[in-house]
């Protein structure tokens, strides 16, 4: 653990794009093996990677920004998701349209479709998730705690994008089954939270 809590440190923009990278992947293997009856596709996670890395350093940067800033707690969590929240949907659905190579009217067409509805899923999940990172966990570890977050709602995106679900599921469903998700990062993090500041005590 302490050769990670150095790492982190002291190449906070790498180790973010090595772990959301790793992740947002992650979060599409599951999403095609469970939402999808389509064969396996590796170009598709290797978009979602290839996304991520552009998006990471971006993520690193604002949560710096927002950490520094003299305000309360919820009102770094309502600038997050007023501004940083509704950029990163729109980001990601134009990215990965053109890494699929299709025409800005079939991205423009895919955002109308498919934005708002993905963005009031992200309201239901990530502000709560953000009043527990931002308030609790030190801000060397904010992104790698998004990230744990991320990949369930990396998983989302991926289906979202796909637009594609087994028969019998919901969104409503999914989204109840991420919010279960979660609250377990959540503890999870919290777990962890602690680890780590025994190990930067020491």
Known sequence: MNWYVRL?????????????????????????????????????????????????????????????????LIAKVAIDQAVFAPSVIA?????????????????????KNQYWDTLKCGWIIWPAFQLFNFGVVPPNFRVLASNGCGLVWNTFLAYQNANKMEKGHTTELLIE??????????????????????????
């Open 8 to 72: 982190l440190q002291k190449y906070p923009y790498r180790m973010a794009v090595a772990s959301t990278s790793s992740l947002f992947m992650l979060g599409d293997c599951v999403s095609q093996k469970f939402f999808s009856e389509k064969p396996y596709e590796p170009i598709r996670t290797a978009r979602a990677g290839i996304y991520a890395c552009a998006f990471a350093p971006a993520m690193t940067a604002w949560f710096r920004f927002l950490g520094k800033q003299q305000l309360p």
């Open 91 to 111: 980001y990601y659905f134009s990215i990965m349209g053109l890494l699929e190579g299709k025409t800005p009217d079939t991205i423009w067409q895919s955002l």
């Open 177 to 202: 089954e991420v919010r279960e998700e979660v609250q377990e990062v959540k503890d999870e993090v919290l777990k962890e939270v602690k680890v780590i500041k025994g190990y930067v005590k020491q």
